[in-house]
């Protein structure tokens, strides 16, 4: 894994339409010692990321209503998550070009092991870090 620069736990914010999905990689991800919330959508996402202050977010692109590219640029011109990471988590591996164009910092196909993924949170978040 990544070599480790943070002090604190992780808060890491998960959304992913799929009830399934949200399980399996919150479970992982409290594993880890790090604290998660989720969200089931776009809406929901940029209400939670606001109150939840999260370090990174991953970012499910295709859900109903507002989806993950239109959630991720909403949080972009979001001055209080502007600097928030977002890791695209998708199926859709020719969504890549469109996820970083939205603003996301890392894109990862779904399935992926829980190793590189906290290998990909771990990298973005103390990218952001380092530019703060």
Request: charged fraction near 30%; aromatic fraction near 4%; hydrophobic fraction near 45%.
């Amino acid at each position: 894994m990544a070599q480790n620069r943070r002090v604190r736990r992780l808060r890491v914010l998960v959304v992913d339409d799929s009830p399934e999905s949200r399980e399996v990689y919150a479970d992982c991800l409290r594993d880890l010692g790090w604290e998660l919330e989720a969200a089931a959508g776009g809406d929901e996402a940029l209400a939670r990321a606001s109150a939840f202050g999260p370090d990174v977010i991953l970012m499910d692109l295709a859900m109903p209503g507002v989806d993950g590219l239109e959630a991720t640029r909403r949080l972009k011109r979001d001055a209080r998550t502007t600097h928030v990471p977002i890791v695209a988590l998708t199926a859709y591996a020719g969504r890549a070009y469109d996820a970083l164009a939205a603003g996301c910092s890392e894109f990862l196909t779904k399935p992926c092991g829980i190793q590189d993924l906290a290998a990909v949170i771990e990298k973005v978040v103390n990218a952001a870090a380092e530019r703060q």
